[in-house]
Structure formats: C-alpha cells, structure tokens
C-alpha cells in the first residue's frame, strides 16, 4: 500500500497492489460543502477485491444508530438530531450493527462512495456528483496553493504545510484549530491526553507572519479578526483558547466508555486549560496587531479600542503568578516567558505609540516595559547556570526561554541568550535534534513524568541558530526535522525519539507553522524571526533564496 496527495491539493490517494491487479481509492471533501465526504475506488489494472466496512456511532461511540435503507440503494443513519446518508451504486448489506459489503473493479472501472452529514429534522442533504466534486476540489486546492511562492528546496514541504493549516481553518470564522483530533497521548499509555480540536492564542503571532510571509494575507486577515473577535469583553476574562466560533466554555469531560488510542486513557473532550490564567496570550494578541499594522493591515476600529484597555489590565496583571504557556496543572508560578510576553504587550505598544506621535502613552507603557525587562533579567536569570530559568527562582529550564530572542526581548548575540542556548543544548536537547519542552521528571506540573519531544520546540532551535549566524547547524536540524514527516507530509504534536514515533495530537497546526517559518528564515534576508526580533523594522518582502546553498 502506498498514499499520496495529489499535488497541491488536500485529496488523498492510496494505491493497493495485489496479486490480481492494481487500484486506488481517493478520499477528499469538497471545500464547498464540507458535509460530504467522497471516496472512490478507482481500478488501475486487472482486478481487484475490496470488502467495505461501515461503523456509524454517533456521541463519541455511545449511541448505535437506527439505519434503513431507500429504494435506491440509499442508506440512512439517525440517532435524535444527527443524520448520516451514504450513497453507493455498491451493493451493501447489515451484519451486526454494520454495513459491509464486497465488490470488485477491473482497470478503468470505478465505484463511488458519498458519505454526508446533516440534521435529522431537516431535508436530506443534496445528492452529488462525486467526480464533478473530485474535479471542483482539486482545481480549489490548486489554485490556492500554486500562489505559494518558491522557498527553495523546501517550497513543497511548506506548500503541504500551508494547506494543512488551510484544512485546520474554520472558514465560516477564520479561527484555526491547533489539530483535528482529541486524546492522542503524548506518552502511549500516559494520561497526557488533551483535547486540541479549539483555537489557541499561543504563536498566534507566527501563525499571522506565516500566512503575511507567503502572501496569503485573507487568511492572515481572518485570523487576525477571529482573535480580536474572540477577546472581546473584559480583559481578566481573556482565555488562552476558544472554540472554533469563539466559544468561550469548553469544560473538559471524561468519555469513560472509549479505552483510548492504544489503551491511553483517559479520553477528553473540552479542555479545563481554557479556564487558566496565562499572561503570555496578552503579549501575543498586541503583538499580532502590530505585525499585522506593520504589513498594512489596519486593524477595525473594535482591535484600536481593544488595546489601551488590555494595556490598563495587564499594567497590575503582569506581576501575578500564571500557569505558563503549557498549562501546568500544579499550580501557578511566576514563568518568566509569560513575564516575557508581557513585556511584548509594552514593547510593541510604546513603539506604536510613538510612531503615532502620541509621546506621553509612549513614555508610560516603556516605563512599564522596562520595569518588567529588569525584573526579567534580575529574578528570571540564574548566575550559577549562566541562564534563564523556567520561573523565578527555579533550577529548571524551559524550551519557551528560545523565544527571548525571537521576540526581541535580548539579542541573539547577549551573552545571557547564549548562554540559555548552551543550557538548553546540555540538558533539554536529545539526539542533536528533539527538544523536551521542559524536564518532566519531579516538574510540579501535577502530571504523571514522561511525554515525547515538542516538534514545535525543536523548530525554535533552528531559528535560534539562525539568529545566532550558525547557518550550517540550522540547516542540518532542520532537514532531520522534515524527515520526521509522515509519507504524506504531516507532524504531530510531539515524536518519541526512542520509538521514532509521533506523539500527541495530529496533524499539529503548530509544527507545521514552526516548519514555515523555518523555512523562510533559512531562505530569506530577514525572515519572521528577524521581523520579530526587531519590532521596529518593517517586514520585508520574499526576497531571492541565498542562505540554503
């Protein structure tokens, strides 16, 4: 068996060689409608058996449909107010509360699945050609991602990357999720097993560069509008994520009934990280407006009005412990990248302002980001490590310290960021590759040890050798992490170095942002690292390739 995608676009093709001949199935769902989901099995020489398997449970697996059948061969799942409809020219049958069925195509032959979702009281949904739908679908996605510039010899992997993040978007409200599925744990077998199908504000930042980077600038702009959108109210309510239309209670429930992926349990649905205070978000949501201002894209009149009121909140917030931008369940502490992001949210607003001319905001929010600059520096830096720590006071490290440079808090070349550097190589990085987010053995984070290395992270070293001018080691780290893609392009969250498996919720929206921007800092004079790092300066635009050769 072998998969691909047909280039360019989101449809799947698995091909099965057999003894008796040759075919392949292709799955996609039309951007168009995203309540049918095709198939068709296509036969490419002699001839070839398929037995197909249907399993229709609705409420998380709970509840067993009642299923009948039209006179066309149509059948029909319906559990309360949820419908399933498939249509298929195959002939199907039930056998203990399945559809099965066995049907064979020779070369040139072809046999149409269409499966599609509505309500129950409402008409069924439309029939659908499913070859005009595979036609539509392939020229919407290829239209879409040829207007991806070249990256070098990277331009297909980022190419793949943009369209899984288009595929994690809800188009309807511009908010991307941070993956597709629930409970994939990050150590087999552990508990840490979140719910990831929710919006977070985390790198919101490097997701709205990503898109602006490679000229996708709707998407950009529907991103930048979700979050203003979703943050509307009052700032001590401001969470770290949402729901795809900005839903706001997300209360995270055990399924006691599903054993979860390889015995991992338990499965979750919600998350209870969205009721956590997180300062960093507020750092990410100001610096998404300035990076978004700096490329042109005035912000609506409700985003200006947003950010002297979460100025005035975080001016007495940013001194309260949190619980960090990876939502430890032990308790806060004072983190110092959430003192960090913090001191973003000033930074870019005194620099704003006084490009507004507007001196007297400017003068009080640097006050204010100076203040939390050397109390950074004087509580956040251990001597005896020659680093930054994870949170004032403490011995460990932590793979959000490699946004200190990014985000322009130090420069690359402070004997201070070189230093985290060299502890972060020493104690949290495994192989030359994999960065651990942070040391779970003993970490306080009310969690059982062990979980794989963040892919996310890794990427973050790869930009910091690019800050730090060690082009070669980048170029390195980053080719081994593309080879750790799956045989259709795709990360997940987390990968085991002892296993060589991914962990951790997936496709990763994350990783995939970390592998764009990457790329276009190997491949550019400044990429989104630089425009970060340097907030004053305006983005540049794609420029010719020079630093892979």
Known sequence: ??????????????????????????????????????????????????????????????????????????????????????????????????????????????????????????NPP???????????????????????????PWTEAVKRSLITLKALTYAPTGGIVAAASTSLPERLGGVRNWDYRYCWLRDATFTLLAFMNLGYYDEARAWRDWLIRAVAGS???????????????LPELVVPWLPGYEKSSPVRIGNDASRQLQLDVFGEVLDVMFQALKAGMEPPERGRIL????????????????????????????????????????????????????????????????????????????RDLNSFVQAYGSKRLDASLLLLPLVGFLPAADPRIRGTLEAIEGRLLIDGEFVLRYETENASDGLPAGEGAFLAC???????????????????????????????????????????????????AYSHVGLINCALNLSQRTGPAEERAEPRAAPAPLRPLFRYI
């Open 1 to 122: 068996m072998r998969r691909r995608y047909h280039p360019g676009t989101l449809v799947l093709e698995t091909e099965f060689q057999t003894e008796t001949g040759c075919a392949v199935v292709i799955d996609f769902m039309s951007p168009a409608d995203d309540a049918d989901l095709v198939r068709i099995v296509i036969g490419r020489s002699g001839r070839v058996v398929f037995r197909t398997e249907l399993v229709v449970r609705f409420n998380y697996g709970a509840a067993v449909p009642w299923v009948s059948r039209l006179g066309d061969g149509t059948i029909i799942a319906i559990v309360g107010p949820e419908r399933l409809v498939l249509r298929t020219p195959a002939s199907l049958y039930g056998d203990d509360l399945k559809t099965v069925g066995e049907f064979t195509v020779e070369a040139g032959q072809s046999v149409p699945f269409v499966l599609s979702y509505g309500p129950s009281f409402q």
């Open 126 to 152: 439309p029939v659908i050609d499913p070859f005009r739908a595979l036609e539509r679908t392939e020229a919407f996605w290829r239209q879409w991602s040829d207007r991806c510039p070249d990256v070098g």
């Open 235 to 249: 700032p001590s309510q401001v969470q770290i994520m949402y729901g795809v239309g900005g839903e706001r209670w």
């Open 307 to 382: 950010r002297p009121v979460v100025l005035e909140y975080l001016a007495t917030a940013w001194r309260q412990p949190d619980e960090g931008v990876w939502e430890v369940r032990g308790g806060p502490h004072h983190f110092v990248h959430s003192k960090v992001m913090a001191w973003v949210a000033f930074d870019r607003a005194a620099n704003e302002m006084k490009a507004e001319g507007l001196n007297d905001s400017a003068r009080r929010w640097r006050e204010i980001a100076d203040e939390i600059h050397a109390e950074i520096c004087e509580r956040g830096f251990d």
């Open 458 to 508: 890794s990427f973050l070293l790869v930009d910091n050798y690019i800050l730090q001018g060690r082009y070669a080691e980048a170029r390195k780290l980053f080719d081994r992490l593309l080879s750790r893609c799956n045989d259709v392009g795709l990360l997940a969250e987390e990968f085991d170095p002892l296993t060589g498996r991914m962990l951790g919720n997936f496709p990763q």
